[in-house]
T-cell receptor, first 111, second 109 residues
Framework: DAGITQSPRHKVTETGTPVTLRCHQTENHRYMYWYRQDPGHGLRLIHYSYGVKDTDKGEVSDGYSVSRSKTEDFLLTLESATSSQTSVYFC??????????FGQGTRLTVV | KNEVEQSPQNLTAQEGEFITINCSYSVGISALHWLQQHPGGGIVSLFMLSSGKKKHGRLIATINIQEKHSSLHITASHPRDSAVYICAVDRTSGSRLTFGEGTQLTVNP
């Protein structure tokens, strides 16, 4: 199995609290992505990174920030969680022109 | 219009049938991925294609770069093939992976 792990796998948090999800890879891939998956919408890109400290916004980036201080770690932060951010979050890695690998997902519930 | 479109959105088949799922895209790509997601499960890469055709067991994936179209075929379908199949493209510019909305496949025994 590709070396990509997400933590936590499940989280319940209250509206208005900050939340950080972590994606860790051991493949030394350049590209890392955060997606959310919701019924009827498929996978939607939140943010992605193309190198250490190099990040860019995806199509649903409002309310989210990211950081990548090391090649292996890509953090997604919900600055002030809202119920609309209840979702399943997936991290993915790719080397560009290589197979893409996905984490197991984080199920986040904002109450 | 989505940059990656899949058809059909839902597909129900009887065990043993030949299945085709289609993916069309409108952006420049360096590669196309076919992914599989079982209910409640993670996402697994089935194929990565930049040209031609690939085969793995009962699964075959083809791509026509000129027509910007790819197909995923499943021969002799089985209930364990029931899953969501997702097409994703590795764009040549901008964000790297862009996904279709997926095809929900149900294979009945």
């Amino acid at each position: 199995d590709a070396g990509i792990t997400q933590s936590p796998r499940h989280k319940v948090t209250e509206t208005g609290t900050p939340v950080t999800l972590r994606c860790h890879q051991t493949e030394n891939h350049r590209y890392m992505y955060w997606y959310r998956q919701d019924p009827g919408h498929g996978l939607r890109l939140i943010h992605y990174s193309y190198g250490v400290k190099d990040t860019d916004k995806g199509e649903v980036s409002d309310g989210y920030s990211v950081s990548r201080s090391k090649t292996e770690d890509f953090l997604l932060t919900l600055e002030s969680a809202t119920s609309s951010q209840t979702s399943v979050y997936f991290c993915a890695i790719s080397g560009g022109r290589t197979e893409a690998f996905f984490g197991q997902g984080t199920r986040l519930t904002v109450v | 219009k989505n940059e990656v479109e899949q058809s059909p959105q839902n597909l129900t088949a009887q065990e043993g049938e030949f299945i085709t799922i289609n993916c069309s895209y409108s952006v420049g790509i360096s590669a196309l991925h076919w992914l599989q997601q079982h209910p409640g499960g993670g996402i697994v890469s089935l194929f990565m294609l930049s040209s031609g055709k690939k085969k793995h067991g009962r699964l075959i994936a083809t791509i026509n770069i000129q027509e910007k179209h790819s197909s995923l075929h499943i021969t002799a379908s089985h209930p364990r093939d029931s899953a969501v199949y997702i097409c994703a493209v590795d764009r040549t510019s901008g964000s790297r992976l862009t996904f279709g909305e997926g095809t929900q496949l149900t294979v009945n025994p």
